[in-house]
């Protein structure tokens, strides 16, 4: 009897392990597979839009597709974070328009005298770590759900830029060098796309190398686990959405550069951008699995899309239909195992 038990014993250790180690299988290739598969879906847009039009595939236009990149994939990092927490941050718009407005008010513009430099940015990003503070501090404190948090925090925002703004004329920059720094090129690339690399590889070295990145994934992989291992999750969810809130500010005066005046508005669309990037590259709307580096391919694969839609002479309003559909079937697809533990009823 006592033999019998040991055998049965054995043999259900032995499954165990069996399918743990299918388990861990499953997870690396699918690892891979993933963002191999988004370096294909990218390929395979540069070459038919490269047929499409001859000048798709020049330098200049190469520039062109980064400049637009960078500003999404600098959200893009602190949307990641916050979206590996599980939770969402809808002020981004918000966030953007108020920082950006703030920089161009302090620096050299054609409304005022002021011209604090480097003072300039540290108020506008300031700005937006304290709209990210408010954001972290009533969804954790007040137990309020991010998604309603973050989309009061975006008329905020846009609140803080219209008193700014006023009802004069908007500031346009008078400083050439500065309005036109972040579409410059050093070594061939444009310079909003190099502090967007710095600000992507800042994220992966945050989420790799760092607590903070750890405890990131501990809380969305299962946040009632990772608060029973003394992990202090009000705090870590608080300093995250202030990150994301810095980014976006950061992001903002980047727009306001590219656009050479102050707007309210700098920000329109990005959100709409960002986050199907970030769910397209893999990260999983419940929290605990993805990265910067697929929120990156993400970016670009819709950057690329935009581009070669216009490149290749398809009207706006096929272009938003096209652009639309292939965002739906993609998260679609990247969401669909997922869907159980994002408790999706209807």
Known sequence: MVNATMQTENVDTTAIRQHELQTVRRSFIRGIAEPLGLIAALVALIIVFSLLNPRFATLENLRNVLDQASVPLIVGVGATLVILLGSIDLSVEGVMGASGMAWILMSANSRGGADLGVWAWIGAIAIGMALGFASGALFTR??????????GMWYVGLGIATVMYGSGIVPMLTDEAVGGWASSATLGLPNSFWLAAVVVVLGVLTLRYTRLGRVTYAIGDNE?????????????????????????????IIATMKLGAGSATVGSGVLFVV??????????????????????????????????????????????GVSGAILVAAIIVAAWSQRDRLRVAK
Not at 142 to 151: E, Y
Not at 235 to 251: E, H
Not at 292 to 317: D, E, F, K, Q, W
């Open 142 to 151: 007040l137990k309020v759900p991010s998604f309603i948090v973050t989309l």
């Open 224 to 252: 009632t686990i990772a608060k029973g291992n003394g992990v202090p999750v009000a705090r870590v969810k608080t300093v995250v959405f202030v990150i994301a809130a810095s980014l976006s500010g950061l992001a903002g």
């Open 275 to 320: 986050i199907p990037a970030v769910v397209i590259g893999g990260t999983s709307l419940g929290g605990g699995k993805g990265g910067v580096l697929r929120t990156v391919l993400g970016v670009l694969l819709l950057t690329v899309l935009t581009n070669g839609l216009i490149l290749a002479g398809v009207s706006p309003s096929w272009q938003s």
